[in-house]
């Protein structure tokens, strides 16, 4: 792979740029029903209220979760790496869960904050049990982080049984991972916390790619590696938090975009970390409606959509992996 220069980086966004806002000019239009943006009366209505903060959403959200994802494989040197798969999704959602069952519900930012303290829990939890002397061993850390995930799913599955069947149905359509919104109440929630997010991982995108080549030679070099990772981790797990609080956990997006991106662009940091965002946010928006569209008249959360498409991926990559 030919090295960073200028022009190579600006190209690289530029041709991304290009893809992601034409995902922002069609996906809105897509439906049930055709609507374009120069739509009159009733369709102009839901065009302005219900699909275009939907694909705004949609773009918030995969932009900062193929960013958190694109982080977190950098970091540990492993494409299995994602917000998903260490952990950190499934402690934010069952914190974020727990949070909406009580007064923080009420209060600005209180699910996001939960969600972010649920996230860290999970990190910590997994960092401390594959933590060994002389590294973080990327393997065991995936291990662990999936072993984390399944038990964090056993007790969301305790705590909706018990919460009322009617708040049970919500959860349950929330925890599938969606993009249904209202009026723009949504991303103003996610939004700062997914600004600081990016803001922390892309300004350590120089330090990611010096500790990409190895620890040490990234110490040698007057990279401080714990502080890289600590930065890593907090703005993977606000980030991520930030998304899960509002839309539920949306798995996948943070796992199959980086690992494309750097199949074209290539692993350095500095240029795949943005790219990552802008891929993300067109990726979501646009697997959102297609699932509107090709579920109609009933519509299927974005979650599985993203689902079935990474569970095959993840397969996939575990063989090529294996192969090596």
């Known amino acids: 792979m030919s090295a960073l220069t200028r022009g190579r980086f600006f190209g690289a966004l530029l041709i991304t740029a290009a893809f992601t806002a034409a995902v922002f000019a069609v996906a809105p239009m897509i439906g049930r029903t055709w609507i374009p943006w120069t739509a009159t009366g009733v369709d102009a209505d839901i065009f302005a209220r219900l699909r275009l903060p939907r694909v705004v959403l949609g773009l918030l959200a995969g932009g900062t979760l193929a960013l958190c994802g694109a982080s977190m494989q950098t970091l540990l040197r492993n494409p299995l790496a994602s917000e998903y798969t260490l952990g950190i999704s499934g402690g934010a959602a069952f914190a974020a869960l727990l949070a909406g069952e009580t007064v923080l519900a009420s209060v600005p930012g209180g699910l996001q904050a939960a969600g972010l303290a649920g996230g860290l829990l999970s990190l910590v939890v997994v960092w401390s049990l594959a933590r060994r002397r002389g590294g973080l061993p990327p393997g065991e850390l995936i291990l662990t982080g999936v072993t984390l995930s399944l038990i964090f799913s056993a007790l969301t599955l305790v705590a909706l ?37 990016a803001a922390l991982l892309l300004a350590s995108a120089r330090d990611l790619h010096q500790v990409a080549a190895g620890e040490d030679l990234a110490a040698s070099r007057g990279v401080s590696v714990p502080r890289t990772q600590l930065l890593a981790f907090l703005g993977a797990s606000l980030g991520t938090a930030a998304v899960v609080s509002v839309c539920g956990p949306i798995g996948f997006v943070g796992l199959i975009v980086p690992h494309a991106v750097r199949l074209v662009a290539g692993p350095d940091a500095r240029l795949a970390l943005p790219l990552s ?32 498409l990474g569970g095959p991926f993840f397969l996939w990559l575990l063989r090529t992996r294996n192969r090596v």
Do not use: H
Request: aromatic share 6%; glycine share 8%.
């Open 277 to 308: 965002a802008l891929a993300g946010a067109g990726f979501l928006a646009l697997a959102d409606a297609a699932a509107r569209a090709l579920s109609s008249p009933q519509e299927l959360p974005v979650g599985v959509v993203t689902a079935m």
């Open 161 to 197: 049984n018990r919460i009322s069947s009617t708040r049970a149905l919500q959860v349950v359509r929330w925890l599938a991972g969606g993009l249904e919104t209202t009026g723009y109440d949504a991303v103003r929630q996610a939004a700062p916390w997914c600004a600081a997010a």
